[in-house]
């Protein structure tokens, strides 16, 4: 029997709260639905790092990113990490990349035997972060005004570059039912939206009333209370600079289901060739997001914390063998990705990994079977916004947050899903606070990593700087498969260095029609 092609969906701050699978009474997303309704539904699946590249990385490379050296958006993924790509190519599987990976370094492809469009983020040193600064310390840009000036629009420039990588996938998929050949493909389709700013489509902007638009659930948490890594978070963003009104957040909210509302037609879009072309009975759909998006929950924006906004994240995995919908509620994360898409590909004769991974193969969870599952997840965070190694730990329906230096948080999920008591310290769970610290420090050692990064970013900032100022040149990594792709997008260079900057001066406002003459 021949090993099943693989799609992967992966899109970019897509909140799993956001979605009606997961509970939601607003956000639209019917093509969605029809993948959920045929897959394996994952309702506590996380990321491993709540920000882009080292999520990334941990997903492609099956570990968790302190291990490789992803200790933020600018750390080099190092070319001699293998990959899940990789390992497929070595199976005789045909590898394409299509849309954002966020790979940094001279390293473009990482096992994957063929890019189909430029990244949209920098693939150089622009942006690693400064712990010395302190937290307001934030070389991308990131801001409040992502969410002051969300609204509709024209165009913008991740429209730009979804747009363009939903035409290549399409065509590779045309390209893939055409071949005679019988090997199987991987196909990863990695899109940009969600991702603020929060701008929409008017026609999909329009999917939505805007009296319909819920309000967060947990309102803005005064200063004062905030635990320090969320302080932290609180300067970084620049929320004592720029003042977000109940309007704002409403509007940044609409903007961002209806930015939902359009990766999902791309979705349906993308299946529906797999359907016409017969590819869908030996295609396995891999649908998931790299982090959440806090969406003003608590105050608090955009990712880069541990509270479920920000790392919980949808996880559908439907084709064969999937008959219809299953409930899967063990807790799982991403860096399970790399044993399971090994697992299928071999029928469950994976070969032996060199160095081993963080993850466990969803198969059996897939096949309905949970037991021994050690339901467990490990995410970390150590870039822009904050000063010192983090780590979190869920076992079960235990969540615990760790802040080098700092004060811990201990959560029960099922007593308090929104995280607002903090039980560390307290007697009653003093046995399960005790082990998840023990856990924590499994193979982590924060004092040593505290150094090893700040190494880290000295050392890329002199680089950065040497490559930017010295002649006036400007490095740049970002892989080329067309004219002025080392121009196009964010690229990270001089003024251009921050998103937000970039993506406004991209921008065109959606202008309403004059009304009809009368």
Known sequence: ??????????????????????????????????????????????????????????????????????????????????????????????????????????????????????????ANFAWVPDWTEGPTNAPTGISMRAVVEAGQCLRSLQIDYDDETEFLAQQKLYDLARRTEKDPFFLTVSFSHPHSPFVAFSEHWNRYKHEDIDLPT????????????????????????INVTSDHILNARHAYYGMISYIDDKVGRLLKILEDTGLADDTVV?????????????????????????????????GPGVDSRRIVDSVVS??????????????????????????????????????NWPNVVVCEYSDMGVCAPCRMIRMGMLKYFYTHGFESQLFDLEKDPLELNNLSGNPAYRVQEHELRKRIFCGWNPEELNKEILQSQAERRVICDAMSKSRGRFHNWSYIVGPHDAERFVRGGGESAGTVAVKGRARFPYVPPAPAAS
């Open 334 to 371: 991403l860096v399970d990705l790399f044993p399971t898409m090994l697992d299928l590909a071999t029928e469950g004769n994976p070969p032996s990994v060199a160095g081993g991974f963080h993850g466990t193969s969803l198969v059996p969870l897939i096949g309905g079977r949970s037991d």
């Open 218 to 241: 947990v309102s803005e948490i005064p200063l004062e209370q905030l635990d320090t890594h969320s302080r932290w978070l609180y300067y970084s963003h620049g929320r004592d600079r």
């Open 1 to 122: 029997m021949r090993s099943p092609n693989i799609l992967l969906i992966m899109v970019d701050q897509l909140t799993a709260k956001a979605l009606p699978m997961y509970g939601h009474k607003v956000v639209k997303v019917p093509n969605l639905m029809r993948l959920a309704e045929r897959s394996a539904v994952f309702t506590n699946a996380y990321c491993n790092f709540p920000i882009c590249a080292p999520s990334r990385y941990s997903m492609l490379s099956g570990r968790l990113a302190h291990s490789i050296g992803a200790f933020d958006n600018a750390s080099e993924f190092a070319a001699a990490t293998p990959t899940i790509a990789h390992y497929l190519d070595n199976l005789g599987y045909r590898t394409t990349l299509c849309g954002k990976m966020h790979f940094v370094g001279p390293d473009q492809l990482h096992g994957y035997q063929e890019r189909l469009i430029t990244d949209i983020y920098p």
């Open 286 to 318: 891999i649908f998931t997001s790299d982090h959440g998006e806090m969406l003003g929950e608590r105050g608090m924006w955009y990712k880069q914390t541990f509270f479920e906004g920000a790392t919980r994240i949808p996880l559908l995995v439907g």
